[in-house]
């Protein structure tokens, strides 16, 4: 069973500044020979509120010739309650009315493949509490399946036991109660995006992989983390374990977000400036 992952592709009508990398990308993927492709979110620039953004990428999605499923981003859902553009009813309408569920889990090869929205961990809400008790439920009837789970954000960053890091891993209450779950059962994989960097690890005996960006790379905006900038996929091959690769996708351009954020995401310029 082989699985493409995708990630962070940012694709926008009216902001196309990355749209020119999907020809390359889904070229690529036509000739993979996979039986599935995972998106693992921020599938938009902004389809938190716009209706065409989705509308928009999800046509470029259907080009694919190999079934495809999809969690959200935080460009796709929104974010944390203190952001911009927090999770909230509007925002997870949008996205389940126009590209479709929010988790979701396929069997297959004697797996079961989860997606997770992680946009829905750290608000302590009713929709966190039925993901938490649908996945549960995943893990539970599993059957004799080995496990791979998908999400947008990743577990941590640095560490496991870290600290909370705001915007860029599952927040600590919520990770621990994860960490749990993937201990209770046969958890092989956890793959993930959101970071735009791309790194392979573990936390005890699972494979953890944050898929490299379709879109761009991160200059001096944000601190180093581990792993390196590159702009691909990763090929996930699952048998009785999991190998996965991660690919520097020929063909495609490794936008650099620094040179471009005041037209893309001018407001995270505005989440930088200094409060006088």
Do not use: C
Request: no cysteine; net charge negative; aromatic share 8%.
């Amino acid at each position: 069973m082989k699985i493409i992952q995708i990630t962070d592709t940012h694709f926008s009508p009216g902001k196309p500044h990355f749209n020119g990398n999907w020809a390359p990308l889904l070229s690529w993927i036509e000739e993979t020979g996979a039986d599935l492709i995972v998106h693992t979110g921020d599938l938009t620039v902004d389809g938190a509120d716009q209706d065409e953004d989705i509308v928009f990428s999800m046509d470029l999605m259907r080009q694919v010739s190999i079934p495809m499923l999809i969690v959200p981003g935080n460009h796709d859902v929104g974010h944390l309650k203190d952001s911009d553009q927090p999770v909230n009813a509007e925002r997870l309408a949008r996205w389940r009315s126009l590209a479709g569920p929010d988790r979701w889990l396929e069997d297959a090869a004697g797996w079961r493949f989860i997606g997770l929205n992680a946009l829905l961990l750290g608000h302590q809400d009713d929709e966190e509490e039925a993901q938490f008790e649908w996945l549960e439920r995943a893990l539970a009837d599993r059957a004799g399946r080995r496990v791979a789970l998908f999400a947008h954000k990743p577990l941590f960053v640095d560490a496991p036991d870290e600290g909370d890091t705001g915007y860029w891993s599952v927040r600590p209450v919520q990770r621990r109660r994860l960490y749990d779950l993937i201990a209770a059962h046969d958890v092989a994989l956890f793959a993930s995006g959101h970071l735009h960097w791309a790194w392979q690890g573990g936390f005890g005996n699972t494979r953890l992989t944050w898929g490299p960006s379709a879109a761009f790379i991160i200059d001096k905006m944000e601190r180093e983390m581990p792993g390196e900038r590159l702009i691909g996929a990763v090929i996930h091959e699952f048998d009785r374990s999991v190998a996965s690769a991660i690919v520097a996708v020929p063909g495609m351009t490794a936008h650099v977000l620094d040179d471009v954020v005041h037209e893309v995401y001018p407001q995270a310029l505005k989440q930088r400036e200094p409060v006088e």
